[in-house]
């Protein structure tokens, strides 16, 4: 048996490991403790879980967040790829195309949602002013106050949003895919869309598998673009975790009960991220 | 209503403006919402705060009134995104008839369209009850261990006399006796002082910002197309558990 000892390197990381411990594991330990006891510091036991778990806008808050970051992912991961595949070709004018695509994801993210907010605003808003000018809806929509729109559309905002950044990784991981593939394949006769389904995919798999894992995260702890475009609603149509966390902690100041759901929100975004690494991380390192 | 709600100057104008939505709920549309609930006799609460009105035929029927402005087609189609601020821009722009306002909302308008031809009338009631308006704005607070409570208290009472009342503020002081004062002689704002004396404070509850998130949502449900009636029986169970706790 090997004596652990405390070397060099352990000193190198202690500072950063003690500014962890502080930031991460102390605010950890403190809302697991908040979430069993009451405002007075009381032990409760599983109180704040059964009363919040019980309460029956929590199924649709959960249902809610899964539709939402699971949409956002796919829309992303479909229009950045595609993006990223089309800026790797040769045109005329690809620097220029490339740049002003990033813009959706250099622009700050409350101004976005603020603008997106304004373009599908019934009465005013350009999106129904274009449809219904080209004959294309009969009458206004109530894009962000249709139960059946609301997610949808700030799914969309949020693929517009994040699709850079994916298209931004595909081609960087395209950049590094040797020519020798495409010639291969193309004395074989492949075509493009060969290429894209036979190189292009799986030569980009290990970008496409972090990336995802990235999207995934960003998309459970993002709050802006609800926040700030429907807050929720209409009627609790578009709450999502995170918001709902918000609400109890800042709103009802019902700070125990904000632990206790914030509790159940890291164990099941741990446990969503654990099965992933598990299933896709896995079968890249085989 | 319905001969306010008419095309105007190439676009459409509605009669009323009914706060459905936006940021900042559900303030707004309980301080719309609930004086015609309490005129009515209902209520999200009763008096003692013991038990819920929010279904009551009485609250139910002012509820269906106002959510009724909308699906009459008499409020703009994008009354769920419509807080304070924004009723009081589409007022202001013409293409809201009527809105329920401030006094502060008043004055903001008249600086936002100087040419508007705008006037102030209470709010009416059902016949044979009483009108009703609610109190809203802040508190000064001072902490039971604050350091320099005493000092602190002084000055406060020096700032609610009722010449700084009136003095401290732009449009309309918190102390009755202050409206003596020359500046607060504003006929305009006549009629939200006549509502001064049916206006009642929200319950003092730690749990009230719960429950009228609880009524808001219902609401909105409503105006979704749910009966009102089903709307608030789910606002009231959501609100029974919160009382006392």
């Given at each position: 048996?090997?004596?652990?000892?405390?070397?060099?390197?352990?000193?190198?990381?202690?500072?950063?490991m003690?500014?962890?411990?502080?930031?991460?594991?102390?605010?950890?330990?403190?809302?697991?403790?908040?979430?069993?006891?009451d405002?007075?510091?009381?032990?409760?036991?599983?109180?704040?879980?059964?009363?919040?778990?019980?309460?029956?806008?929590?199924?649709?808050?959960?249902?809610?967040?899964?539709?939402?970051?699971?949409?956002?992912?796919?829309?992303?991961?479909?229009?950045?790829?595609?993006?990223?595949?089309?800026?790797?070709?040769?045109?005329?004018?690809?620097?220029?195309?490339?740049?002003?695509?990033?813009?959706?994801?250099?622009?700050?993210?409350?101004?976005?949602?603020?603008?997106?907010?304004?373009?599908?605003?019934?009465?005013?808003?350009?999106?129904?002013?274009?449809?219904?000018?080209?004959?294309?809806?009969?009458?206004?929509?109530g894009?962000?106050?249709?139960?059946?729109?609301?997610m949808?559309?700030?799914i969309?905002?949020?693929?517009?949003?994040?699709?850079?950044?994916?298209?931004?990784?595909?081609?960087?991981?395209?950049?590094?895919?040797?020519?020798?593939l495409?010639?291969?394949?193309?004395?074989?006769?492949?075509?493009?869309?060969?290429?894209?389904?036979?190189i292009?995919?799986?030569?980009?798999?290990?970008?496409?598998?972090?990336?995802?894992?990235?999207?995934?995260?960003?998309?459970?702890?993002?709050?802006?673009?609800?926040?700030?475009?429907?807050?929720?609603?209409?009627?609790?149509?578009?709450?999502?975790?995170?918001?709902?966390?918000?609400?109890?902690?800042?709103?009802?100041?019902?700070?125990?009960?904000?632990?206790?759901?914030?509790?159940?929100?890291?164990?099941?975004?741990?446990?969503?991220?654990?099965?992933?690494?598990?299933?896709?991380?896995?079968?890249?390192?085989? | 209503?319905?001969?306010?709600?008419?095309?105007?100057?190439?676009?459409?104008?509605?009669?009323?403006?009914?706060?459905?939505?936006?940021q900042?709920?559900?303030?707004?549309?309980?301080?719309?919402?609930?004086p015609?609930?309490?005129?009515?006799?209902?209520?999200?609460?009763?008096?003692?705060?013991?038990?819920?009105?929010?279904?009551?035929?009485?609250?139910?029927?002012?509820?269906?009134?106002?959510?009724?402005?909308?699906?009459?087609?008499?409020?703009p189609?994008?009354t769920?995104?419509n807080?304070?601020?924004?009723?009081?821009?589409?007022?202001?722009?013409?293409?809201?008839?009527?809105?329920?306002?401030?006094?502060?909302?008043?004055?903001?308008?008249?600086?936002d369209?100087?040419?508007?031809?705008?006037?102030?009338?209470?709010l009416?009631?059902?016949?044979?009850?009483?009108?009703?308006?609610?109190?809203?704005?802040?508190?000064?607070?001072v902490?039971?261990?604050?350091p320099?409570?005493?000092?602190?208290?002084?000055?406060?009472?020096?700032?609610?006399?009722?010449?700084?009342?009136?003095?401290?503020?732009?449009?309309?002081?918190?102390?009755?006796?202050?409206?003596?004062?020359?500046?607060?002689?504003?006929?305009?704002?006549?009629?939200?002082?006549?509502?001064?004396?049916?206006?009642?404070?929200?319950?003092?509850?730690?749990?009230?910002?719960?429950?009228?998130?609880?009524?808001?949502?219902?609401?909105?449900?409503?105006?979704l197309?749910?009966?009102?009636?089903?709307?608030?029986?789910?606002?009231?169970?959501?609100?029974?558990?919160?009382?006392?706790?």
């Amino acid at each position: 048996m090997r004596a652990w000892k405390f070397g060099p390197g352990h000193w190198f990381i202690l500072p950063t490991m003690v500014l962890l411990c502080m930031l991460v594991l102390y605010p950890v330990a403190s809302t697991i403790f908040l979430s069993f006891t009451d405002a007075s510091g009381k032990w409760v036991g599983g109180q704040n879980y059964t009363e919040t778990l019980s309460e029956p806008s929590t199924k649709r808050v959960i249902l809610n967040t899964l539709y939402y970051v699971g949409g956002s992912v796919v829309l992303q991961l479909g229009i950045g790829v595609l993006a990223g595949i089309l800026m790797n070709q040769k045109f005329r004018g690809r620097s220029v195309v490339r740049s002003l695509m990033l813009i959706p994801w250099i622009i700050p993210g409350i101004v976005a949602a603020m603008t997106w907010a304004w373009m599908f605003h019934t009465d005013y808003g350009i999106i129904n002013y274009a449809l219904t000018s080209a004959g294309i809806i009969p009458g206004p929509i109530g894009w962000l106050t249709n139960p059946n729109t609301v997610m949808p559309a700030l799914i969309a905002v949020n693929a517009w949003k994040m699709f850079p950044f994916v298209a931004l990784m595909v081609l960087a991981g395209l950049q590094s895919v040797p020519d020798e593939l495409y010639e291969a394949a193309r004395i074989d006769g492949a075509n493009f869309l060969h290429e894209v389904w036979h190189i292009m995919l799986p030569q980009l798999r290990p970008v496409l598998v972090a990336v995802t894992l990235l999207l995934v995260i960003w998309g459970l702890d993002g709050i802006t673009i609800i926040y700030s475009m429907t807050g929720g609603g209409p009627a609790g149509r578009s709450m999502i975790f995170p918001i709902q966390i918000y609400a109890e902690a800042f709103e009802f100041f019902q700070f125990n009960r904000a632990a206790a759901l914030s509790v159940v929100y890291f164990l099941m975004i741990v446990l969503l991220i654990a099965v992933y690494i598990r299933v896709f991380a896995k079968a890249e390192v085989e | 209503m319905q001969t306010l709600t008419r095309d105007s100057n190439g676009g459409k104008m509605f009669g009323f403006g009914v706060a459905g939505g936006g940021q900042d709920q559900p303030g707004n549309t309980l301080f719309r919402t609930l004086p015609l609930m309490w005129m009515n006799g209902g209520g999200i609460l009763s008096e003692d705060n013991q038990s819920v009105l929010v279904n009551s035929p009485e609250s139910v029927a002012a509820i269906e009134m106002y959510t009724g402005f909308f699906k009459d087609g008499y409020a703009p189609p994008s009354t769920l995104e419509n807080d304070g601020l924004a009723l009081r821009r589409l007022f202001a722009a013409e293409n809201i008839a009527i809105i329920q306002g401030s006094q502060a909302e008043y004055l903001l308008i008249k600086g936002d369209n100087p040419d508007l031809d705008i006037g102030v009338a209470t709010l009416p009631h059902p016949e044979g009850k009483q009108p009703a308006s609610i109190l809203g704005g802040w508190n000064w607070i001072v902490p039971a261990q604050a350091p320099n409570k005493a000092e602190t208290l002084k000055f406060l009472a020096f700032l609610s006399s009722p010449e700084n009342i009136g003095f401290y503020t732009n449009t309309f002081p918190a102390v009755q006796s202050a409206f003596e004062q020359e500046r607060h002689q504003n006929p305009e704002l006549r009629g939200f002082r006549d509502m001064l004396q049916y206006a009642r404070p929200q319950p003092p509850l730690a749990n009230w910002s719960q429950m009228t998130q609880a009524y808001f949502e219902s609401f909105q449900e409503a105006l979704l197309g749910q009966p009102v009636q089903e709307a608030m029986d789910a606002a009231a169970s959501r609100i029974q558990p919160l009382i006392g706790k």
